[in-house]
C-alpha cells in the first residue's frame, strides 16, 4: 500500500515575536505545526539560539571558553566576541553582578552595562536578549532602567513574573519600546493566567514571549517539557491566544549548575573534561527544549551553540 | 448668581485675551519664523496636538493655530461647548507659555518647574498606570494658613498621592521650608493659573504614550483620562472665572474639582464640590476621584508573617486568654453602607490587655464593617473565616475556631512588646483592605470585652449566623445562574477541573460555591471561572453543553465530558486532595464511603489509599469518585443513581460527622428515619459478608434497588 501523507497543519499559530534594532534583529515564532515538523509545513521561523555571557566576563577556566573569548578583556570585547559564535542568532548578557545576593551593584550602574553590551551587539549586527536577576524586587527597579537606557532598540528583557509584571510591562513595553518575557514556574495556568494579565496592561501580542522555566536535563526536566508541550497544544489545538506567545528557555545556567558540569576532573576522572559535560549538558537539555516546543533557547559555551544550531538546520 | 456656563466662557475670554498678547508680542518680539518648542519632548506643543493635531514648531505657526484654537470658545449652552471651551482654555495657556519658552530654554531659573520633559513624563506615567501611585492631584490658590498648605500637602505624600502645586501656596509651602521636587513628588509647577497648561500637557502625553491616543481622538482621550488617570484638583477660594474655565477642562477629562469658595458656585455631584472644610479636602476629595490607597504593612509592634500562624501560645506564656467556650464571645462582618464607616477606626469597647489582671480568661467581641460598591453580603463569612489566617500571623498571637467558639490568646512576650486589642483590629483592616481591595472601600473595626454588650451582641450576631445558614439551604443548582469552575489543583494534577456548584462544593471541601464566586470576583483572573448553565442535556445525570465545553478548554482537552449527579456516567474527575472517595459495592447495590483519615480496609477489600489510586490524577473511572465531606448529606449526591440512600458503609467517625445532616435528607426524600443507623461502619463489618447480614438485618433501601450496572 503506497504512504499516504497526511500533513498536521494547525488553522491557529504562534504569535511572531521580533526583536532587535534595524540591521541586528531576529524574529521567532509564527510556526503552524508541531515542534520541528518541518514536513507538516514550511516552518515559518526556525528556532533561534542564542550564546550568553556575563557582566562579570567569561569562566576562562574553562580552556574552550577562555580561547573563544582570549583578548576580549572588557564588555564591549565580550559581546563582539559572543556575536562571531558560528550558528548564533543572538546574544544575550547576564547581568550577574546586580543580584542582591553577590555584588548587588545599583541598577543604573547595571543598565549601563546593559547599554554598552547591547550597543557592541548592534554593531555587530546582533540582537540583544538582557537577563535580569531574577530578584522579583531588583528586577522591579532594573528592568525599567535598562528599558530607559535602550531606548530605540528593542532588545528582549527577561523576566516580569506575576510579583513585578505591572511595573515591568508598563515601564519596557509602553513606555519604552522594549519587548519583555512573561516568566511563570511550570504551570500551564499560571503562564496563561500571566498572559492574560500582561495583555490587561494593554501590552500587544507582537511584544512579549514566555519563559515557561526552565531545568538542567535529567534534574525535572520532563515537567518543563511537558508544560512546554500542553502550552503547545493548547495554543494550535485549542486556538488558545492567551498561550500562543513563543517560548524562550534559557537553558545555561541550569545547565552550568549541576554536578556534571560542576564537580571537577581530579575528583572524577572517569567523567573526563568538565567543559565537555557541561557542553552536554547544555546540548542535550537544549535539544529536549526545541522537540518539547521552544521557539528560542539560550546558551553558554560556542560549542554548544554551533551543535544545536546545526540541528536546527538539520532538522527544519 | 452667576451661571457657571458664563463663568467658564468669561473665564476662556481672559485667557484667550492673555494669549493673544502673549503671541502679538512674541511675534514682534522674534518674527514669525523664529523656532519655537517645548524643551525635551518629541510632542511639540502637546496639548495642541492632542486637541487639533498641529506640530507647532515656529512661533508663526502657533499664531496661525490660534485662529483654530479660537473656534473651541463658541459659548455655545451646552455641556459639550463648555468641555470643548475648557480644553481650548488649556491652549490659550499653553501658548502662553510657549512663547515664555519660545524666549528662553528656562524662562523660570529654577524657581518653578514649568514644563515636564517626556523623561519624567514616563517616570511618573509607569507608576500611575500601575496604580503604584494611586493618583495626583493638583493644588491651586492660597490655603487658609501656612501650616495647613504645608499639611495638606504632607497629608497627600504620605497617602502616595503625587502633588503638583500651582499659585500661592508654592510661597506659603516655602516659608515654612517644605522639601519640594520630582523625587519628594511634589513638584511646584509654577505661580499662575496658565502653568496649568504643563500639567495638562503631561496627562495629554501620557495618554498618547501609556494609552496608543492617536492625535486629535477627543473621544479616546476622555475614556483615558476618564478611567486611567486618577487625577482630582483642590482649589481655594476666592476662584476667579479664569480658573473656574480651566476647572471646566479638568471635569471634561474626569478629574474632579473641590473647592471651598461658596460664591458664585455651583456643585454638580462628582464633578464639582463644594467642601467647606479645607482640612476634609482629601477625604473628600478621594472618595469623588474613587481612589484607593493601597495598605501594604500591617501596623502591629510584633512580627507579621505566616511563619508564625501554627504558633501555639501555652498556657504558662500567655497574658491573656479570650475563651468563647466559657464566656461570650464571637467575629462577625457586616456589609453596611460607606457614609456609616469611618475609615480605619479601630475601638475598644470595654478593658483592653492592660487593664485585665494577667493570665486573666473573658470573653471578646470583634465586629468588623466593610463597605464597597462591589461588596455583597455573600462575602462576608468568606472574609470572616480568614480571620483565623490573619489573627494567626501576628507572633505571640493565637486563634482558634470561628463565629461564636473563638479562642484568642496574647502571650506574655507579644504584650510586653506592646500588643494591645487596637493591633487586633489593625491586623483585620490591613489585610481585609490589601486581600480584599477590588470589593472593600472602607473598613472599621469594634473590638468589645464587657460581659453585658457581649451577651447581647452575641445573640444578633446569632440571628444573622442563622440567616445565613439557611440562606446556603436555600441556594440549589436549579437556583442559581452560574457554577464556577476551580482549577487551583493543576499545578499538579494538570487535567483535573472541579465544577463546583451550590449542591456539590469542591472536592477538597475547601472550595463551596460561594467561595468560588468569592474567589472569582475578587481576581478575575484567578482559578475560579464562571461556567454557564444554560443548555441542558440532562438534568438527572446533571450534564449541560456549556460545562462539557469549559471542561473541555479548562482541562485543555482532556475530558469531554462531565456529569455532576452521577458515579456511573462521566463521573467528575479528581486532583488526588479529595476528602472522601465513594466507590460501588457490588454484592448491596450500594456505595461505600470512606474519608482520607480512616486508615483500615473498607468492605471493597481496599483502602483509601488504594481507592484514591483508581480515581486521582484527573481520569474519570466510573463506579469511583472523589468528594467533599459535605457533599454527602446533598440532594445531588448520586442523583442519578438514586441518591444517598446507595450509601452503605462509612467509617464510624465520619458516619458522626455528617449524620444529621444525611439523615435529613434522607427522610425528606425517602422518608427514612434514622437512615445512618442502616448504614454500616468499621465496628460491625470489614467484609461483604458481614455487611450484607447487617443490612439485611437493618432493611437497607439499597438492598430492593435496581443493580447500577
Not at chain 2, 506615567?125 to 499639611?151: C, M, R, W
Request: charged share 25%.
Amino acid at each position: 500500500m503506497a504512504f499516504k501523507k497526511d500533513p498536521q497543519v494547525f488553522g491557529a499559530k504562534i504569535t511572531e515575536v521580533a526583536f532587535g534594532a534595524d540591521g541586528a534583529s531576529a524574529v521567532f515564532g509564527g510556526g503552524n505545526t508541531l515542534p520541528l515538523y518541518s514536513f507538516d509545513a514550511e516552518t515559518r521561523h526556525r528556532p533561534l539560539v542564542g550564546i550568553e555571557f556575563s557582566d562579570k566576563g567569561p569562566d576562562r577556566s574553562l580552556p574552550g571558553l577562555a580561547e573563544f573569548y582570549e583578548g576580549a578583556d572588557s564588555l564591549t570585547d565580550v559581546a563582539a566576541r559572543a556575536c562571531m559564535a558560528q550558528g548564533a542568532d543572538f546574544v544575550s548578557l547576564v547581568l550577574e553582578s546586580a543580584d542582591p545576593n553577590g555584588d548587588d551593584i545599583p541598577s543604573e550602574d547595571a543598565a549601563a552595562l546593559a547599554k554598552e553590551a547591547a550597543k557592541a551587539a548592534a554593531g555587530s549586527g546582533k540582537p540583544i536578549v538582557i537577563q535580569g536577576t531574577g530578584n522579583v524586587d531588583k528586577d522591579q527597579e532594573l528592568i525599567p532602567k535598562i528599558a530607559e537606557a535602550l531606548q530605540g532598540m528593542s532588545a528582549l528583557l527577561l523576566s516580569a513574573k506575576e510579583e513585578n509584571y505591572k511595573g515591568i510591562a508598563v515601564a519596557a513595553v509602553t513606555a519604552y519600546g522594549q519587548k519583555i518575557g512573561a516568566e511563570s514556574s511550570v504551570d500551564i495556568n499560571l503562564a496563561k493566567q500571566l498572559n492574560v494579565l500582561i495583555a490587561q496592561m494593554g501590552i500587544q501580542p507582537a511584544d512579549y514571549v514566555m519563559n515557561l522555566g526552565t531545568a538542567a536535563a535529567g534534574y525535572g526536566f520532563e515537567y518543563i517539557a511537558s508544560t512546554i508541550e500542553r502550552v503547545k497544544l493548547a495554543a494550535l489545538s485549542q486556538n488558545d491566544d492567551a498561550l500562543q506567545m513563543p517560548v524562550i528557555t534559557p537553558v545555561a545556567l541550569d545547565a552550568w549548575s549541576v554536578k556534571e558540569a560542576v564537580v571537577s576532573e581530579e575528583d572524577f576522572p572517569e567523567w573526563g573534561p568538565r567543559e565537555e559535560r557541561g557542553v552536554q549538558m547544555e546540548i542535550s537539555t537544549a535539544a529536549a527544549a526545541l522537540a518539547a516546543g521552544s521557539d528560542a533557547v539560550i546558551l553558554r559555551h560556542p560549542a554548544s551553540v554551533k551543535t544545536v544550531s546545526e540541528l536546527v538546520t538539520a532538522l527544519v | 448668581m452667576k451661571k457657571l456656563f458664563d463663568r467658564v466662557f468669561d473665564g476662556a475670554d481672559e485667557m484667550y485675551a492673555l494669549a493673544e498678547k502673549a503671541i502679538a508680542e512674541t511675534v514682534s518680539e522674534l518674527g514669525e519664523s523664529a523656532p519655537l518648542s517645548m524643551p525635551n519632548t518629541a510632542y511639540h506643543l502637546a496639548n495642541h496636538l492632542s486637541y487639533i493635531k498641529k506640530q507647532i514648531t515656529t512661533v508663526g505657526e502657533l499664531k496661525d493655530a490660534f485662529e483654530e484654537v479660537k473656534a473651541w470658545n463658541e459659548h455655545g449652552q451646552n455641556l459639550s461647548a463648555v468641555f470643548r471651551t475648557g480644553f481650548g482654555t488649556f491652549m490659550a495657556a499653553e501658548a502662553i507659555e510657549a512663547c515664555k519658552y519660545a524666549k528662553s530654554d528656562d524662562p523660570y531659573e529654577g524657581k518653578y518647574h514649568g514644563h515636564l520633559s517626556d523623561a519624567e513624563v514616563r517616570e511618573l506615567g509607569v507608576p500611575l498606570v500601575t496604580n503604584d501611585i494611586p493618583g495626583f492631584v493638583v493644588i491651586y490658590g492660597k490655603a487658609p494658613s501656612d501650616e495647613e498648605a504645608v499639611s495638606i500637602i504632607k497629608g497627600y505624600q504620605t497617602r502616595g498621592i503625587f502633588v503638583f502645586l500651582l499659585g500661592e501656596i508654592i510661597e506659603q509651602a516655602r516659608r515654612l521650608d517644605m522639601n519640594m521636587g520630582f523625587p519628594v513628588r511634589v513638584v511646584a509647577v509654577g505661580p499662575d493659573i496658565w502653568q496649568v497648561a504643563h500639567i495638562i500637557s503631561f496627562v495629554n502625553r501620557a495618554a498618547m504614550i501609556f494609552g496608543a491616543v492617536q492625535p486629535g481622538d477627543r473621544y479616546e482621550l476622555d475614556e483615558y483620562t476618564f478611567w486611567r488617570i486618577h487625577a482630582f484638583v483642590n482649589v481655594y477660594e476666592p476662584v476667579s472665572d479664569i480658573v473656574v474655565a480651566c476647572g471646566g477642562g479638568a471635569i471634561a477629562m474626569g478629574f474632579p474639582v473641590i473647592t471651598n469658595d461658596e460664591n458664585d458656585m455651583w456643585a454638580v455631584p462628582k464633578s464639582l464640590i463644594i467642601q467647606k472644610t479645607t482640612e476634609d479636602f482629601i477625604e473628600t476629595s478621594l472618595e469623588a476621584r474613587d481612589i484607593k490607597l493601597k495598605i501594604t504593612n500591617v501596623d502591629i509592634p510584633v512580627a507579621f508573617s505566616s511563619a508564625f500562624e501554627g504558633e501555639i501560645v501555652r498556657k504558662a506564656d500567655m497574658r491573656i486568654d479570650y475563651d468563647g467556650s466559657r464566656f461570650d464571645s464571637f467575629e462577625f462582618v457586616r456589609m453596611t453602607e460607606a457614609h456609616e464607616i469611618e475609615d480605619h477606626s479601630i475601638e475598644i469597647i470595654g478593658p483592653d490587655i492592660d487593664e485585665t489582671p494577667e493570665g486573666e480568661r473573658l470573653g471578646i467581641g470583634i465586629i468588623v464593617d466593610v463597605a464597597g460598591k462591589n461588596m455583597v453580603k455573600d462575602f462576608e463569612p468568606v472574609f470572616e473565616r480568614n480571620f483565623h489566617n490573619f489573627i494567626n500571623c501576628a507572633e505571640g498571637v493565637m486563634h482558634t475556631g470561628q463565629r461564636d467558639i473563638i479562642r484568642i490568646r496574647v502571650s506574655k512576650t507579644a504584650f510586653d512588646a506592646g500588643f494591645r486589642l487596637k493591633h487586633i483590629g489593625e491586623i483585620l483592616y490591613a489585610k481585609i483592605m490589601s486581600e480584599y481591595d477590588t470589593v472593600v472601600d472602607k473598613c472599621s473595626v469594634k473590638i468589645y470585652t464587657k460581659p453585658d454588650d457581649l451577651k447581647e451582641l452575641r445573640k444578633m450576631v446569632n440571628e444573622t449566623y442563622d440567616a445565613r445558614d439557611a440562606r446556603l439551604l436555600s441556594l440549589t443548582d436549579e437556583s442559581v445562574d452560574v457554577f464556577y469552575n476551580c482549577i487551583l489543583c493543576q499545578s499538579f494534577s494538570p487535567s483535573h477541573v472541579c465544577i463546583v456548584t451550590p449542591e456539590r462544593l469542591g472536592l477538597c471541601g475547601a472550595v463551596s460555591w460561594l467561595d468560588a464566586k468569592a474567589t472569582n470576583q475578587l481576581n478575575p483572573q484567578g482559578p475560579c471561572q464562571v461556567v454557564t448553565r444554560e443548555r441542558v442535556i440532562d438534568p438527572e445525570i446533571g450534564i449541560w453543553e456549556d460545562v462539557n465545553e469549559n471542561v473541555f478548554a479548562s482541562s485543555h482537552g482532556n475530558l469531554e465530558s462531565v456529569s455532576l449527579y452521577s458515579i456511573m456516567v462521566d463521573p467528575m474527575t479528581s486532583c488526588g486532595c479529595f476528602e472522601c472517595i465513594c466507590g460501588i459495592e457490588p454484592y448491596s447495590n450500594g456505595v461505600v464511603i470512606v474519608n482520607r483519615e480512616h486508615i483500615g480496609i473498607t468492605p471493597l477489600g481496599m483502602t483509601f489509599p488504594e481507592m484514591a489510586s483508581m480515581t486521582g490524577g484527573g481520569v474519570q473511572t466510573p463506579g469511583f469518585m472523589g468528594h467533599g465531606k459535605h457533599f454527602i448529606a446533598s440532594k445531588k449526591f448520586m442523583k442519578a443513581e438514586g441518591g444517598s440512600q446507595r450509601i452503605v458503609w462509612m467509617p464510624k467517625a465520619l458516619k458522626d460527622m455528617v449524620a444529621s445532616k444525611l439523615n435529613a435528607t434522607a427522610k425528606e426524600l425517602y422518608g427514612i428515619e434514622a437512615f445512618t443507623d442502616m448504614i454500616g461502619d468499621e465496628t460491625v463489618a470489614e467484609d461483604p459478608d458481614a455487611l450484607m447480614e447487617f443490612l439485611a438485618d437493618k432493611g437497607h433501601p439499597a438492598l430492593g434497588m435496581e443493580p447500577m450496572f
